[in-house]
């Protein structure tokens, strides 16, 4: 794994400071929402509850404009002997699941919850600020991405590029919203106000180094305790978005949790597309001239 996390000293020079980020674990997140809580109120978010979805007791469906922390319900139902190295979905492709009844945290006879608080991934390589034609996105001294809303123009560039479709305009004024990571707080010295919140460090917050190298050991532990499938998403730069400052330790894969499995930075080709583009013009214009000039001689 790459641990070579940046510092953004070309532009911020003496006050450039490590980059921070988020390490979610979601083994041991309990769904209690404190963060998407902590979050509305330091940041004066409006309300967004949706309504059930009658697939899960998620009641905020997706990260929004309104909703800059989401956690998400994942619910498997499991027959009641898994058989040793098989994954709970193709054990219950096997065989019918037991009757709903009571179950354990986590993972029990019948049922599996799987819970994550996603949140924006503050990545490397971020599309959004690369599309956005006011420089309203800008990268923080702590290499995180953040929008400056008296700037924002409400074009929506930036909501097409995101490729993990966290970016949203607010309706009543059409201008995006997402999560800073407390980008006052930082500047306090501070903690996020979810990773403050959160009552069993699922949240985990620190210089991304750190939190990289506290995630490996995680996941050896995991692995080694029989959760053949864990993995950490977004945990170093070898990926479509050259790393992200938001990682996540998780129990399944990505689509499980309603995450792309492989995620790519949309303006990754686009020198590449403008330079096929300028070779085929050019070839056209050849073209062109050879046929007009060269049918009069």
């Given at each position: 794994?790459?641990?070579?996390?940046?510092q953004?000293?070309?532009?911020?020079?003496?006050?450039?400071?490590?980059?921070?980020?988020?390490?979610?674990?979601?083994?041991?997140c309990i769904?209690?929402?404190?963060?998407?809580?902590?979050?509305?109120?330091?940041?004066?978010?409006?309300?967004?509850?949706?309504?059930?979805?009658?697939?899960s007791?998620?009641?905020t469906?997706?990260?929004?404009?309104?909703t800059?922390?989401?956690?998400?319900?994942?619910?498997?139902?499991?027959?009641?002997?898994?058989?040793?190295g098989?994954?709970?979905?193709?054990?219950s492709?096997?065989?019918?699941?037991i009757?709903?009844?009571?179950?354990?945290?986590?993972e029990?006879?019948?049922?599996r919850?799987?819970?994550?608080?996603?949140?924006?991934?503050?990545?490397?390589?971020?599309?959004?600020?690369e599309?956005?034609?006011?420089?309203?996105?800008?990268?923080?001294?702590?290499?995180?991405?953040?929008?400056?809303?008296?700037?924002?123009?409400?074009?929506?560039?930036?909501?097409?590029?995101?490729?993990?479709?966290?970016?949203d305009?607010?309706?009543?004024d059409?201008?995006?919203?997402?999560?800073?990571?407390?980008?006052?707080r930082?500047?306090?010295?501070?903690?996020?106000?979810?990773?403050?919140?959160?009552?069993?460090d699922?949240?985990?917050?620190?210089?991304?180094?750190?939190?990289?190298?506290?995630?490996?050991?995680?996941?050896?532990?995991?692995?080694?305790?029989?959760?053949?499938?864990?993995?950490?998403?977004?945990?170093?730069d070898?990926?479509?978005?050259?790393?992200?400052?938001?990682?996540?330790?998780?129990?399944?894969?990505p689509?499980?949790?309603?995450?792309?499995?492989?995620?790519?930075?949309?303006?990754?080709?686009l020198?590449?597309?403008?330079?096929?583009t300028?070779a085929?013009?050019?070839a056209?214009?050849?073209?062109?001239?050879?046929?007009?000039?060269?049918?009069?001689?």
């Amino acid at each position: 794994m790459t641990l070579d996390v940046r510092q953004w000293s070309a532009t911020y020079g003496a006050d450039s400071k490590p980059r921070m980020g988020f390490f979610t674990d979601t083994s041991i997140c309990i769904g209690c929402k404190a963060c998407e809580v902590a979050c509305k109120e330091w940041n004066q978010i409006p309300t967004s509850i949706q309504g059930f979805t009658g697939n899960s007791y998620d009641n905020t469906i997706a990260l929004g404009a309104n909703t800059w922390r989401h956690v998400a319900f994942v619910e498997q139902r499991l027959p009641a002997g898994v058989e040793e190295g098989a994954s709970p979905v193709e054990a219950s492709a096997r065989a019918q699941a037991i009757n709903w009844g009571v179950q354990t945290y986590q993972e029990g006879d019948g049922l599996r919850w799987l819970m994550a608080s996603d949140v924006c991934k503050h990545c490397t390589e971020a599309a959004c600020l690369e599309v956005c034609p006011t420089g309203a996105l800008f990268r923080t001294e702590f290499g995180t991405v953040v929008v400056q809303e008296d700037v924002c123009n409400g074009c929506g560039y930036c909501v097409a590029a995101c490729p993990f479709g966290v970016l949203d305009q607010r309706e009543d004024d059409g201008r995006v919203w997402k999560c800073t990571l407390c980008y006052d707080r930082l500047k306090d010295g501070l903690e996020p106000a979810c990773a403050k919140a959160c009552p069993t460090d699922s949240i985990q917050f620190g210089e991304l180094a750190e939190l990289r190298s506290r995630a490996e050991r995680r996941l050896d532990q995991l692995q080694s305790a029989g959760q053949r499938r864990a993995q950490l998403y977004l945990a170093d730069d070898e990926n479509g978005v050259g790393g992200a400052g938001a990682f996540f330790l998780l129990l399944d894969d990505p689509e499980v949790y309603g995450l792309p499995p492989d995620p790519v930075d949309t303006t990754r080709d686009l020198g590449s597309i403008w330079g096929a583009t300028a070779a085929a013009g050019a070839a056209l214009a050849l073209g062109l001239a050879a046929a007009v000039f060269g049918g009069r001689g």
